[in-house]
């Protein structure tokens, strides 16, 4: 830190508690930039959004603002932490839990005197960490008179339409749990649009004599793009379900044109007088539908045309009370005077699609569902009415969030602070940022292919690892996204520059296989010894951690006697897995193995795996072990860590693995630092004179004996001893 900046953070509570600026961060799920009249879609008229425009006329607009992973828990993740999904470790919707011990921008707002408060959905797994108050829907939450989880244990439900409640209890933070002597950050964070779009009652009437506007890409063909389109389960045409998704009641009908499987849950949480109210409003549109079918009247894409109607009104309908409530909060403001000194930012975690491409859902970085809404009012900072095309993304939040308090930026966050886009009224600096970096794991839900991605101002380039093929889409020409141009010759130059910066920003924020992580779950003996560790893990009180692979599992073998001999009675944990690479270890890092855990040292080797598997260049395995470094040191900032080099294989010195763990090697070393990081070589302990590696040593030119445990506890010995006074 330097020193200048250090003064000021040291003197900020003091000096600037009421000036610092408080934030009000609302924010929805599943919102598209077309449901918003400000971004101006062809719903604006039908369907318009007076509250949400507020902010935008009263401060600013981001017209290319985006996600960078397009699903719930990742976007969510990426926002507390400001690092793409492979940092922080929240990679889907299926098999992930989000890491609280790791740093994220509400516990240093917290550190910095900011009182932090989180409403509403959560939807991360693990307990909310960083907020003096918080109240949040377990999972996905419900619809109708849901349930809170409550910060002192336990369930509460509440009566009622749940965007209202959000809003409600939201505002009674304000009003009654907020200490005027700080400045706050609210997160006031709905459920609303999501699946299965079930409206307020006082709302469930709107439009319902008027058809909406079909978006021009209803009936796409998927054509002259990558096949993966036409795979997906995400279509207004054939992936609703006749109770879940069109509310429709009784045994579902018509199974060509409507899935069975899901009733709508939502409709059997309601009281009598609710189900009274909601039966009034659709019975009797559901029941001419049925009859209409049954004629004959009603029948192939007609019927896709009522399924988008009954979708996008619902979906419409939750949008109107997200704006009411947007208003009541905006009101709240303005009659306790914290307008002026309370910056308001609207978001969503990611777009999704009303129609379009004749979807509904998310996580293609497709325009939908990729752009993210951005409406934000900074009183005396932002001119109203501004309108910005700075390429934003969810990762700046954070730094944006940690700048505007006065708190220094961790070096680690991989996101850009807004603040100098929002004092310039959304006009980016000359040196703002060329493109964006997407990533989305592939999942099963909906079978949407795995694929990643970068775009500038103008073009927009996808990468599909399964069939490694590319697409590309010039946005200015091609607005809808119809048709890839990757292989069209007239834009050999263009795929080329966005290749390049593919690669660049790949590594600018360290994305490789040896960095992504990757779980061997499928693998019986691998799923069970992790849970064994997590027992293990779980007993706390460990000193001393050993992080590796089969060499390191190979103390609990061979190393046995040595083990006893040397940690025995000092309390040390083995977290080596056989045949495990530096990306699972990052997995097993990241769920679970750390929770707890704060030794002394840590003693980490990893690596040989990446060389042996795959041949990877010893840059990337390089990258993954300086991941995990970085993980530990953010988890244990007091802990020592001493950092191996990665054993010499191949028994002569010119053989190939050989060389390439020298390379690794090379590079790792220089990510000892003169703090807490120590780097011990110990290539020269295994080698005889000749640089060879002897079969006493290594039968199999790999794996320690037991006198290569000898070896290894003798030679790390001093350091350790002087690492753990
Ligand atoms: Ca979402």
Redesign the pocket.
């Known amino acids: 830190m330097k020193p200048l900046v250090l003064a000021l953070v040291l003197l900020a509570p003091a000096l600037f508690a009421s000036e610092r600026p408080n934030i009000l961060f609302i924010f929805s799920?599943?919102h598209a930039l077309n449901a918003i009249s400000a971004y101006g879609g062809p719903l604006k008229d039908a369907a318009p959004t007076p509250n949400l425009d507020r902010i935008a006329e009263q401060g600013a607009i981001f017209t290319r603002s985006y996600c960078c992973n397009s699903?719930?828990g990742p976007?969510r993740a990426a926002i507390l932490t400001g690092k793409h999904s492979h940092i922080n470790g929240y990679l889907d919707n299926n098999n992930s839990t989000f890491d609280g011990s790791q740093t994220t921008f509400p516990k240093l707002l917290q550190k910095a005197g900011y009182q932090t408060a989180l409403v509403g959905k959560w939807h991360l797994v693990s307990k909310p960490q960083g907020f003096d108050y918080w109240e949040i829907l377990p999972g996905q939450g419900s619809y109708y008179n849901p349930d809170f989880l409550q910060q002192g244990g336990g369930k509460k439900r509440y009566t009622g339409y749940c965007t209202d409640i959000v809003t409600e209890r939201a505002l009674d933070w304000l009003k009654n749990g907020r200490d005027g002597d700080k400045p706050f950050i609210l997160m006031c964070q709905h459920k609303a649009p999501?699946r299965n779009w079930s409206p307020a009652l006082r709302h469930a009437d709107l439009w319902d004599d008027v058809d909406l506007p079909e978006p021009k890409t209803l009936f796409d063909d998927y054509a002259n793009r990558h096949p993966s389109l036409k795979k997906q389960a995400m279509s207004v045409e054939k992936d609703f379900y006749w109770g879940h998704d069109m509310k429709l009641k009784g045994e579902p009908r018509f199974p060509e044109y409507f899935r069975k499987g899901i009733r709508n849950g939502e409709y059997m949480r309601m009281n009598a007088e609710q189900k009274k109210a909601w039966d009034a409003a659709y019975e009797e549109e559901n029941q001419a539908m049925i009859a209409a079918v049954e004629s004959g009247e009603l029948e192939g894409k007609d019927v896709t045309r009522w399924k988008y109607q009954r979708y996008i009104k619902d979906y419409l309908r939750c949008i109107r009370a997200v704006d009411e409530g947007v208003g009541r909060m905006l009101d709240y403001l303005d009659e306790s005077g914290l307008a002026d000194n309370t910056i308001v930012i609207y978001s969503s975690?990611?777009g999704f699609y009303l129609g379009e491409h004749g979807w509904y859902d998310?996580r293609w970085m497709f325009e939908e569902s990729f752009a993210m809404p951005f409406l934000v009012r900074w009183p005396g900072v932002i001119e109203p009415g501004s309108r910005s095309e700075a390429l934003i993304q969810n990762i700046d939040y954070a730094p944006t969030f940690l700048e505007i308090a006065g708190v220094e930026v961790p070096e680690a966050v991989q996101g850009r602070s807004l603040l100098p886009v929002l004092k310039a009224s959304g006009k980016a600096p000359e040196d703002w940022r060329e493109g964006l970096y997407y990533f989305y794991s592939g999942e099963h839900t909906h079978r949407v292919a795995a694929h990643d991605g970068v775009c500038n101002d103008r073009y927009k380039l996808m990468y599909f690892p399964g069939d490694k093929s590319w697409n590309l889409f010039d946005l200015e020409k091609d607005p809808q996204e119809m048709k890839s141009v990757h292989d069209d010759p007239a834009h050999a130059d263009v795929l080329e520059r966005m290749k390049k910066l593919y690669s660049d920003l790949r590594g600018e924020y360290e994305v490789s296989e040896a960095t992504q992580p990757a779980h061997r779950k499928d693998q019986g003996w691998w799923k069970q010894r992790h849970q064994q560790k997590l027992k293990e893990v779980k007993k706390g009180g460990h000193e001393l951690v050993f992080i590796g692979d089969s060499i390191t599992q190979g103390w609990e073998g061979h190393g046995k006697a040595t083990w006893e001999e040397f940690y025995g009675d000092r309390k040390a944990l083995n977290l080596g897995y056989s045949g495990d690479r530096t990306e699972h270890v990052l997995w097993r890092l990241l769920n679970g193995e750390l929770d707890g855990v704060d030794p002394k040292a840590y003693v980490l080797m990893i690596g040989t795996n990446n060389s042996g598997h795959r041949q990877a260049p010893p840059e990337e395995t390089a990258g993954g072990i300086k991941l995990i470094l970085e993980l530990l040191r953010d988890r244990s900032p007091e802990a020592e860590i001493l950092l191996l080099s990665v054993f010499p294989r191949d028994e002569q010195p010119d053989g190939k693995l050989r060389k390439i763990n020298d390379g690794i090697n090379e590079i790792i070393k220089g990510h000892a630092d003169d703090g807490r990081i120590h780097w011990l070589d110990m290539t020269d302990t295994f080698l005889n004179d000749e640089g060879v590696l002897t079969k006493e040593v290594m039968p199999d030119a790999l794996h320690p004996q037991g006198k290569g445990y000898r070896m290894w506890a003798e030679a790390m010995e001093p350091k350790l001893e002087e690492l753990l006074k």
């Open positions: 799920d599943d699903i719930c976007s999501h975690d990611q998310k």
